[in-house]
């Protein structure tokens, strides 16, 4: 009957649906949520991370299915219904040379149709949109596929695999998730609206902190408050009333010579009460680290400092500058200033006038101007020393990509203010 063989028809095609929706949803499904669903206890969860192993096997077992459900549903339709619809167009009158291709022609259009748009495309939007929800309904499925065409399976992925092999892609890479493509990710969510445009740049500064040294977060030297044991009580106590931090390094004779470090505020109340020598006895000690580790390195070190400071040191054992909680935060938290202000302003011309201080590998992303992969500087100042190859005067400029660097402020032997004008293509640096 017809009824029975549009039934069988419609029973393939969506046979053929879910198994494209089976394949996309095992690709397409996220291992840490597939870990955290099968740590809730989901079995279905396990047996797709069990799939997700082997990907050659269960694919070779959908891709058997499709291709058996494809030709059954072809031979059928081209058989059976085309044969019924040749010979109800011939009971209307129409001629036989003409009946059977033109009833032909329609069975496999339709089929056709419905397959790709009922067994394509519609299960795999679903797969894809339901991903890790549709690999634990189809998982156990799968798994029993694949046990059933064992030998074929086997085959096919042996095959597959000397393929591979002959193409130079003998070696089955990891599943690793590049920098570039989390980034793509959270630009992904930021425009879907998952994620705000502030936390979208606090995510970016977090892991670009895992790609800086401790020289690019550290107060440097020349900032770097501190108190000298052989200084006069008077002179110790005006600076600790003026400091501007909540620390202080305290050294003996020289900045080298660090003895620890203190409190602000327990230090002025001591002072109140007991004077100087009551200070003393508030210094702890502070790690030292070196100036090459990396500056996500320096967090563990944080912690175990009492007064959450530590000192940056050179090979030859000179005090570079210190690192702080607060340093952290302000790599993360861009907003974070102190009160001279913001360290990059955009002019009404579209230049930007730039603290010395700004993070090089910020402004590159920001300007789109190319940086060395490896480069001994960190700062705009760094970056402007190392193109001119000297300390530059006030008014002098370089180029680099489609931008005009020009040195407005000098501070002692410090580039303290550089400005950042766009030129034309035509005057592009070298």
């Known amino acids: 009957m017809l009824v029975v063989e549009l039934a069988i028809v419609v029973c393939l095609i969506v046979v053929n649906g879910f198994l494209a929706m089976s394949e996309l949803a095992l690709v397409s499904a996220k291992r840490p949520l597939l870990e955290q669903m099968a740590r809730a206890g989901s079995r279905g969860a396990g047996v797709a991370l069990e799939l997700t192993r082997e990907p050659g096997r269960f694919l070779s077992a959908v891709q058997i299915g499709i291709t058996l459900v494809g030709i059954i549903a072809g031979a059928f339709s081209g058989v059976t219904i085309a044969e019924r619809a040749d010979a109800w167009l011939e009971s209307y009158g129409v001629p036989t040379r003409f009946a059977e291709p033109v009833a032909f022609a329609v069975v496999i259009v339709t089929i056709t149709y419905f ?77 879907t609206g998952l994620v705000e445009p502030e936390e979208r740049s606090m995510i970016s500064r977090v892991m670009r902190l895992g790609d800086r040294s401790v020289r690019a977060i550290m107060t440097p030297r020349p900032d770097v408050e501190w108190l000298d044991l052989k200084d006069s009580e008077d002179t110790i106590r005006d600076e600790v009333r003026n400091a501007k931090h909540g620390r202080l390094l305290v050294a003996d004779g020289d900045i ?161 203010k550089v400005l950042a004008a766009p030129q034309p293509a035509l005057h592009r640096g070298v």
């Open 115 to 191: 397959s790709v748009v009922l067994g394509e495309l519609i299960p795999k939007q679903v797969g894809l949109r339901n991903a890790e929800r549709a690999a634990v309904i189809v998982a156990r499925p799968m798994q029993l596929l694949a046990m059933a065409a064992s030998p074929v399976v086997s085959l096919l992925d042996v095959s597959a695999r000397l393929g591979l092999r002959l193409l130079g892609q003998s070696r089955q890479q990891g599943a690793s998730v590049t920098d570039d493509e989390i980034r793509t990710m959270i630009d992904e969510a930021e425009r």
């Open 256 to 416: 080298d010579e660090i003895v620890g470090a203190l409190p602000v505020r327990a230090a002025l109340v001591a002072l109140m009460d007991d004077g100087v020598s009551a200070m003393w006895a508030l210094v702890e000690k502070v790690p030292a680290v070196s100036d090459r580790l990396g500056a996500i390195d320096v967090v563990e070190q944080l912690r175990q400092s009492p007064l959450n400071m530590v000192v940056v040191v050179d090979e030859h054992g000179s005090v570079e500058g210190i690192v702080t909680e607060g340093d952290i935060l302000k790599t993360i938290v861009a907003d974070i200033e102190e009160d001279e202000g913001p360290q990059i302003v955009q002019r009404d011309d579209g230049s930007l006038l730039i603290d010395g201080s700004f993070p090089i590998d910020e402004l590159g992303e920001r300007l789109g101007i190319p940086l060395p992969s490896s480069h001994d500087y960190h700062t705009v100042a760094g970056f402007a020393l190392t193109r001119m190859r000297r300390l530059p005067k006030v008014g002098e400029s370089f180029r680099h990509g489609l931008w005009r660097f020009e040195i407005v402020d000098v501070d002692g032997q410090r580039i303290d």
